[in-house]
Nanobody, 126 residues
Framework: DVQLVESGGGSVQAGGSLRLSCAFS????????MGWFRQRPGKEREGVAA???????NYSDSGEGRFTISQDNSRRTLTLQMNNLKPEDTAVYIC?????????????????????WGQGTQVTVS
C-alpha cells in the first residue's frame, strides 16, 4: 500500500519559518509527480507546489517566492520549506503523489493527477 505521512506542522508567529516533511512508502513509480496542497479554514483545497522525478519544481501563486519544495528519493522524503509565513498561510498542509502513468506537466494545479494523499499536518500562523 502507498502511504504518505506528513510531519513538521505547528504554530509559529508571522514572519517565522517551518519545514514540513512527507515520508512516502510503497510508491515506486519512477516518473512521479509529488506535491504539497493546503486547505485553509472555510476554503477549498489548493495546490502549493509540485516537483517531478527529475527534481524540477513548480509553484502555484500561493507557494511562489516564500516556499521551496524538494525531495530526497533515497530517503523517500518530500519537503516543503516555508519562510516568511503569514496568518493567511494557516491551513492543513497535505502531501500527495501522482497516479502511476500520469503524463504531462507536473503541477499542483493539476489536482486530478494526484491519486495518493496523506492525512495532513496543521500549520497555524499568528
Amino acid at each position: 500500500d502507498v502511504q504518505l505521512v506528513e510531519s513538521g506542522g505547528g504554530s509559529v508567529q508571522a514572519g517565522g519559518s517551518l519545514r514540513l516533511s512527507c515520508a512516502f512508502s510503497g510508491y515506486t513509480y519512477s516518473g512521479h509527480c509529488m506535491g504539497w496542497f493546503r486547505q485553509r479554514p472555510g476554503k477549498e483545497r489548493e495546490g502549493v507546489a509540485a516537483i517531478d522525478a527529475s527534481g524540477t519544481p513548480n509553484y502555484s501563486d500561493s507557494g511562489e517566492g516564500r516556499f521551496t519544495i524538494s525531495q530526497d528519493n533515497s530517503r523517500r522524503t518530500l519537503t516543503l520549506q516555508m519562510n516568511n509565513l503569514k496568518p493567511e498561510d494557516t491551513a492543513v498542509y497535505i502531501c500527495a503523489a501522482s497516479w502511476p502513468g500520469t503524463e504531462g506537466f507536473c503541477s499542483s494545479k493539476r489536482e486530478p493527477d494526484f491519486g495518493y494523499w496523506g492525512q495532513g499536518t496543521q500549520v497555524t500562523v499568528s
